[in-house]
């Protein structure tokens, strides 16, 4: 089940709210989220909802452990290797161990079969949640929670719970025992529910088909999939690399203001986990505005602990290639993945080492420009697993594959969505925001139209709820990129 399914919309969130609001008291309020949450997790795969609960009692007992009085250091250090062992152990038996037995297999031929492992939907964002929380008891940053259920529920809730962001339990502790919703704040939810449903149904689904139509489709054969990218013209190849570099954002983005707005129905605030990458001037404020909520973890909880930059040149190396590595390989057990975190690693470098003096220097103009072409090649090296096309899609796109530079198809689909094209590029950027927020502004001195503005406010959400029910009925692309992961 996903957000944007008409299911969803129509009858799982809205008996969700339902049951939430005729709930007496907040006891059965976190019995309604927990259940709908477990329910929603199970619709999927109801067996891995045994992992889910089982991580989470383990990581229960042994921090209650830990945070019992008395405990010694050594104690408390072996309940934190117990969880981690735990985390860490099942996600990379059912998210690493057919790649790397694949691995082992290239180099002495054993095993002669690979063993078929199903990945657990979301399995790496509560993970990532169940250690955040783990370690933060052990830091004394948090009190271990003492119910069990209440622990279930921080790390399974729907909002966010398969795709993200990734929620601190020290962000919503306090409002798991405790919450109030104003009517201003749950119209501020749904209309952050709609703005991403919109984004999802009317621009990322239409903008993952046109770069299925410029690249390949992802479902194809690697054969084929070689066959069809060498023959794509230059121009066509970059099309695709840009309809896929702007799909991507909207996409995961549009997952997050859903997930925001639906906490926010109900009374819980996760923090922000975009803020306009395709707007940076260097690759490291990409970083910081791109999916914030995995750069922060793995800031606080692996390149700070491994030292961070309070050290000297060579370890300061070693900790940036350390994290860039898991960052590639988080979204996904491919050498396509660990190449993409390399890839970043090297401009992170670059930048951080080499063209810090001389950067600020240059053009805002040029450093976007530059930034805009890294990560949309970046794009690429994500979405592409397979080497052997991705050496012909890139050599493609340089202009050394013997590819015409540009071809009838292409240019027809150019001329017949510009239009679609444009509108998807002003998502993209903070434009329509501040537009909002200036005539927003504007109304606050005009008592006459306040009226007026305040139904326009009103009525938005429902008219992007109609137009997303309208562009999703029959649709059968209908993907969230991010939900694998």
């Known amino acids: 089940m996903v957000f944007s399914s008409l299911f969803f919309l129509f009858a799982f969130l809205p008996l969700n709210l339902l049951c939430y609001r005729a709930a007496p008291n907040m006891r059965w309020r976190n019995r309604v989220m927990l259940a709908f949450s477990l329910l929603f997790y199970a619709w999927a795969g109801p067996a891995y909802l045994l992992l889910l609960c089982g991580m989470t009692l ?22 934190l290797l117990g969880a981690l062992s735990l985390d860490l152990g099942l996600l990379c038996i059912f998210k690493y161990l057919g790649f790397a037995l694949g691995v082992v297999r290239q180099f002495t031929g054993w095993p002669e079969v690979l063993p078929e492992i199903a990945l657990p939907i979301g399995i790496s964002f509560y993970t990532f949640q169940l250690i955040s929380y783990v370690v933060d008891v052990y830091r004394r940053d948090v009190v271990a929670q003492r119910s069990y259920w209440k622990l279930l529920l921080y790390v399974s809730l729907f909002h966010q719970c398969i795709a993200g962001p990734i929620v601190r339990y020290s962000t919503i502790s306090d409002r798991i025992e405790w919450r109030y919703v104003t009517r201003q704040e749950w119209i501020e939810g749904a209309s952050r529910f709609a703005i991403g449903l919109a984004k999802k149904a009317m621009l990322a689904n239409p903008m993952g088909a046109l770069a299925d139509r410029f690249l390949c489709s992802t479902a194809l054969a690697e ?34 203001d859903m997930a925001i707005g639906m906490g926010r129905m109900v009374g819980f605030s996760y923090l922000e986990n975009f803020n306009y990458p395709y707007i940076a ?5 990409f970083w910081r505005r791109w999916h914030i909520s995995l750069s922060s973890f793995f800031r606080d909880y692996v390149y700070i602990p491994l030292g961070g930059n309070r050290c000297g040149r060579l370890a300061q190396l070693r900790n940036l290639t350390i994290v860039w590595m898991l960052t590639g390989l988080w979204h996904g057990a491919s050498w396509n993945f660990v190449l993409w975190g390399l890839y970043y690693l090297l401009f992170l470098l670059a930048e951080k080492f080499v063209f810090s003096p001389v950067q600020r220097h240059i053009p805002r103009l040029l450093r976007h420009g530059y930034v805009l072409a890294v990560v949309t090649v970046g794009w690429v090296v994500f979405r592409i ?23 009838l198809e292409t240019v027809l689909l150019l001329q017949s969505n510009w239009v679609f094209l444009l509108l998807a590029v002003i998502a993209c950027t903070p434009l329509l925001r501040n537009l909002y927020r200036r005539v927003d502004r504007a109304m606050d001195g005009l008592p006459p139209f306040q009226l007026l503005w305040t139904g326009l406010q009103c009525a938005y959400p429902i008219l992007l709820l109609v137009l997303s029910t309208a562009a999703l009925v029959g649709d059968q692309y209908n993907p969230f990129l991010y939900y694998r992961f």
């Open 223 to 256: 054969g084929e999939a070689a066959s069809l990218l060498a023959s794509r013209s230059v121009l066509s190849l970059w099309m695709g690399a840009v309809c896929f570099t702007i799909q991507i954002y909207l996409d995961f983005s549009a997952y997050s």
């Open 281 to 285: 001037d260097s690759i490291t404020a």
């Open 385 to 407: 697993t397979d080497f052997d096309c991705l050496k012909i899609a890139l050599r493609g796109m340089a202009g050394r594959g013997g590819n015409p530079l540009s071809d």
């Open 58 to 79: 383990g990581d229960w007992l042994l921090c209650r452990a830990m945070d019992s009085p008395g405990r010694s250091y050594l104690q408390r250090k072996l309940c």
